[in-house]
């Protein structure tokens, strides 16, 4: 099947840094991806949705200048956590659709664990 | 969408089966209903998806009754491995490739 991987899997880093996360389909191209963020014992949150070649779509409540999301080609897409604080500490995950595949079938990546200390 | 409405939790005994139970009695006509897996720390993995009646594949069955307003994930002789999150979703087949919003989904924990 489909694969999306993630890089890093987890990342440590201080208050005030950025960190980028890194979203790549291997086998197939995506021309969107979206992008989650999960707290522990809690459900997935869509924050935005990435378009290859523009802007992305982010959902309400969702920094754009602080969450910035870039796809720059067809089988990558990166997000940035700019000046992260501890409260941005979760899990981020990726996700994309295959062309013919199932209608809510989406391949998700294996999740990227930031702690910001 | 449809909102959904799950169980939060259930438990198990290796080698029972298990069925989760999904409300969705908004569903509309042109929604199908899908169910995702998630381990901890790992994103989640697609399981099954229908429209109505019972579908059946290598890992769960899922059955739709004639109103459509809910669902069942039917799980075969668990083991301890299918311990996990999963997630009843419904979504509109023409906005195929728009992002899939979760519900709190139902934890499933089996025991030996």
């Known amino acids: 099947g489909a694969v999306v991987s993630q890089h890093p899997s987890r990342v440590i880093c201080k208050s005030g840094t950025s960190v980028k996360i890194e979203c790549r389909s291997l086998?197939?191209?995506?021309?969107?991806m979206f992008w989650y963020r999960q707290f522990p014992k809690q459900s997935l949150m869509l924050m935005a949705t990435s378009n290859e070649g523009s802007k992305a779509t982010y959902e309400q409540g969702v920094e754009k200048d602080k969450f910035l999301i870039n796809h720059a080609s067809l089988t990558l897409s990166t997000l940035t956590v700019t000046s992260a604080h501890p409260e941005d500490s979760s899990f981020y995950i990726c996700?994309?659709?295959?062309?013919?595949?199932?209608?809510?079938?989406?391949?998700f990546g294996p999740g990227t664990r930031l702690t910001v200390l | 969408l449809a909102k959904t409405t799950q169980p939060i939790s259930m438990d198990s005994y290796e080698g029972q089966e298990v069925n989760i139970t999904c409300s969705h009695n908004?569903?509309?006509?042109?929604?199908?209903i899908t169910w995702y897996q998630q381990f901890p720390s790992q994103g989640p993995r697609f399981i099954i998806q229908?429209?109505?009646t019972k579908v059946t594949n290598e890992v769960a069955s899922l059955f739709i009754p004639a109103d459509r307003k809910s669902s069942t994930l039917s799980l075969p002789r668990v083991s301890l491995s299918d311990t996990a999150v999963y997630y009843c979703?419904?979504?509109?087949?023409?906005?195929?490739?728009?992002?899939?919003?979760f519900g709190k989904g139902t934890t499933l924990s089996v025991s030996s």
């Open positions: 908004n569903i509309a006509t042109n929604d199908y």
């Open positions: 979703l419904v979504g509109d087949a023409n906005q195929a490739g728009t992002a899939l919003i």
């Open positions: 229908g429209y109505k």
């Open positions: 996700s994309a659709r295959v062309p013919g595949t199932g209608i809510n079938e989406q391949f």
């Open positions: 086998d197939f191209q995506a021309t969107t």
